[in-house]
C-alpha cells in the first residue's frame, strides 16, 4: 500500500538554526500539506501546496516557513530561524483531490534547544 | 466555541464494550469529515470517512448529523488494540481546504 514517507523521524537543533524537513507524498497525488503536533496539543493545519504553489496557509505559517517541492518526488518544508516553540511533531500529509482523504507521513520530531 | 469540539476522555471501558463519541462543529460550510485514530507518538491513520447517510466498518459505525452539526463514531466489541485517541476531523471547517482537526478523544480499553 502506498504511504507518505519523511525524514529525517528526528531533529535537534539548536535556536537560530535553519531545518529543511522532508517529505514523499502518495506518487499520484496532487495535494500536499503540513501540519504540526505540539506535545499535547491538537494537530493544526500549517499549509496546503498545490500546482507547484502554496494554496492555503494558516496562522502559524509566518515569513519563517517556507515549502518547496524541488522535484517530482520531494515536498520540503523549511524552518529558517528555529524558536523554542517550534519544537513539535511535522506531519507531511497527500491526497488525490482537495476533497479526497488525507494521507499522513509518520512525522519528523523537531527538537529546538 | 472551538471550530471542532470533542470530549477528551478519557473513556475507561472493559473489553467488549460497545463505546460512542461525539465531535461538534462550528462551521456549517464543512465539507468532509473523517474519523482518524492516533497511538501515542505516531501520525494519524485514517479511520473512516463519515457521510450522511451514515457508514459501517466492521465494529466501526460513523454517522454524520449535519442540522446539529455533529458526527459520531460507535465502537462495538472493543478490544485492547482500540485503545488510542480518536481524532475528529472537518475538512473546510475554517473557510480552507484543509483539515481542522479536534483534540481527540482518549480511550482505554482494560482486559
Known amino acids: 500500500e502506498p504511504e507518505v514517507t519523511q525524514t529525517p523521524s528526528h531533529q535537534v537543533t539548536q535556536m537560530g538554526q535553519e531545518v529543511i524537513l522532508r517529505c514523499v507524498p502518495i506518487?499520484?497525488?496532487?495535494?500536499f500539506y503540513w501540519y504540526r503536533q505540539i506535545l499535547g496539543q491538537k494537530v493544526e493545519f500549517l499549509v496546503s501546496f498545490y500546482n507547484n504553489e502554496i494554496s492555503e496557509k494558516s496562522e502559524i505559517f509566518d515569513d519563517q516557513f517556507s515549502v518547496e517541492r524541488p522535484d517530482g518526488s520531494n515536498f520540503t518544508l523549511k524552518i529558517r530561524s528555529t524558536k523554542l516553540e517550534d519544537s513539535a511533531m511535522y506531519f507531511c500529509?497527500?491526497?488525490?483531490?482537495?476533497?479526497?482523504?488525507?494521507?499522513f507521513g509518520p512525522g519528523t520530531r523537531l527538537l529546538v534547544l | 466555541r472551538k471550530e471542532v469540539e470533542q470530549d477528551p476522555g478519557p473513556f475507561n471501558v472493559p473489553e467488549g464494550a460497545t463505546v460512542a463519541f461525539n465531535c461538534t462543529y462550528s462551521n456549517s460550510a464543512s465539507q468532509s469529515f473523517f474519523w482518524y485514530r492516533q497511538d501515542c507518538r505516531k501520525e494519524p491513520k485514517l479511520l473512516m470517512s463519515?457521510?450522511?447517510s451514515g457508514n459501517e466498518d466492521g465494529r466501526f459505525t460513523a454517522q454524520l448529523n449535519r442540522a446539529s452539526q455533529y458526527i459520531s463514531l460507535l465502537i462495538r466489541d472493543s478490544k485492547l488494540s482500540d485503545s488510542a485517541t480518536y481524532l475528529c476531523?472537518?475538512?473546510?471547517?475554517?473557510?480552507?481546504?484543509?483539515?481542522?482537526f479536534g483534540s481527540g478523544t482518549r480511550l482505554q480499553v482494560q482486559p
Open positions: 506518487s499520484n497525488h496532487l495535494y
Open positions: 500529509a497527500s491526497s488525490a483531490d482537495a476533497q479526497e482523504t488525507q494521507y
Open positions: 463519515v457521510y450522511s
Open positions: 476531523a472537518c475538512l473546510g471547517a475554517m473557510g480552507r481546504r484543509a483539515l481542522t
